[in-house]
């Protein structure tokens, strides 16, 4: 099983040089990755010959045979691993399954994010010891982290990232761990809304919120920053980029930056409590990119995290030997009654500002099959459980 533990590294001024060196490199050989990849596509098409076509072993060879001079003082490992990268990610652009992969494109040096990887970094005495080439001359130190691995295991994988605030690796480690399916005893549905999830717990329904005010203040930041810079942009066209402009903009991706955190430690918190009170989770399949092209609702939609949160569940429930159901992207969990299985059909449908022609509002359900009067979303968390049950074959 493989964990990744992300910490923040805290390198000097020799090791800075050589990181920017580094992630300057990774760019420089995607770009030329992608040329000769290109190129050899063409030819393939030229000669009429499916056998010329490009692979990720034929490019990177082209590119150890026309290595520079220079380039034998950076680590072969970054260029080795780029090139996988430009393979996955034309793989991923072919992927039927993956409709919205964008075609690779080549890096520029301003606007790319920072980063390499590398299958040859070792951890000694708590520091970060990246491989260092032979050809390089000049001192090489180890990098200082600021806080000690979580994880026992093999180093498999590091990836070494620039962000607002400094330098970060995210350690990928194989750990010696066989989760123990815990059964099927406590069935519980999260059913997903602009900001918040819905669930159940043993105590009753609660709620989860995805948008405190510290984010909703942090987003009035971030409109400030925009407007400014865009202030800027159109004042002088022509040379905006000064002093104030770029401080500016380091303040709004460090803005970006406190709202990603904020995001990310309230679902790694909730999905963990979700996995370790729960032994099977039902969450519904939502189409979100197609749910985005309401533009009244595609930004509080943006902020929900419907996506991150699908991403998440799954490997935290594999780690602690939890299931999880996703159920049908048709499913109506929100139309259908938990008491008597009646679905609403025509009319009698809940929309988003409820039922015009009994005159109910969006959080109620009434089923005028049965009578049964509940909360909306509380009926659709009973409806994701019964989905789930009837997937497992329980009664």
């Known amino acids: 099983m493989i964990k990744t533990h992300k910490v923040k590294l805290k390198p000097n001024k020799t090791m800075i040089k050589q990181l920017d060196n580094l992630f300057n490199y990774r760019n420089f050989v995607w770009n030329k990755a992608l040329e000769t990849w290109n190129d050899l596509y063409e030819l393939s098409l030229v000669m009429e010959d499916p056998m010329c076509r490009p692979n990720e072993y034929k490019v990177r060879n082209e590119l150890v045979c026309d290595k520079e001079d220079w380039q034998y003082?950076?680590?072969?490992?970054v260029l080795q691993l780029t090139v996988n990268d430009l393979a996955k990610a034309w793989k991923n652009y072919f992927n039927q399954?993956?409709?919205?992969?964008?075609?690779?494109k080549f890096k520029s040096r301003k606007h790319s994010k920072k980063s390499f990887k590398t299958d040859r970094a070792k951890i000694v005495n708590g520091k970060l010891r990246l491989d260092k080439p032979r050809g390089s001359e000049g001192a090489w130190f180890d990098i200082p982290m600021i806080e000690s691995v979580r994880f026992?295991?093999?180093?498999?994988?590091?990836t070494v990232k620039q962000e607002a605030d400094g330098y970060y690796a995210s350690l990928s480690i194989e750990v010696d761990e066989t989760p123990v399916n815990r059964g099927n005893k406590v069935i519980t549905g999260v059913d997903v809304n602009?900001?918040?999830f819905d669930y159940k717990t043993k105590e009753g329904y609660a709620i989860q919120e995805t948008l405190p005010i510290s984010l909703l203040e942090l987003?009035?930041?971030?409109?400030?920053?925009?407007?400014?810079l865009a202030r800027k942009r159109v004042a002088n066209p022509n040379r905006f980029n000064s002093n104030n402009y770029r401080i500016t903009r380091t303040k709004l991706k460090r803005a970006y930056q406190e709202v990603y955190r904020i995001q990310e430690d309230l679902l790694h918190k909730f999905t963990a409590q979700l996995v370790k009170d729960n032994d099977v989770i039902v969450i519904e399949d939502l189409?979100?990119?197609?749910?985005?092209?309401?533009k009244h609702l595609a930004k509080n939609l943006?902020?929900?995290?419907?996506?991150?949160?699908k991403s998440i569940l799954p490997y935290k429930a594999e780690w602690n030997g939890a299931t999880v159901i996703l159920a049908d992207q048709f499913f109506p969990s929100t139309q259908r009654c938990s008491e008597c299985g009646n679905i609403k059909t025509g009319d009698d449908k809940i929309t988003l500002a409820g039922n015009k022609k009994h005159h109910t509002?969006?959080?109620?359900?009434?089923?005028?099959n049965c009578g049964a009067i509940r909360e909306r979303d509380e009926n659709a968390v009973e409806n994701l459980i019964w989905y789930g049950k009837q997937s497992l074959n329980l009664n």
């Open 97 to 104: 399954a993956m409709p919205n992969h964008d075609k690779p």
């Open 361 to 368: 509002k969006h959080n109620e359900y009434h089923c005028y």
């Open 287 to 294: 189409d979100n990119n197609h749910m985005k092209m309401n």
């Open 302 to 309: 943006h902020r929900s995290l419907f996506g991150r949160f």
């Open 194 to 196: 602009i900001r918040k």
């Open 219 to 228: 987003y009035q930041k971030i409109t400030h920053y925009q407007r400014m």
């Open 152 to 158: 026992e295991g093999t180093l498999k994988l590091t």
């Open 73 to 77: 003082t950076r680590s072969s490992r």
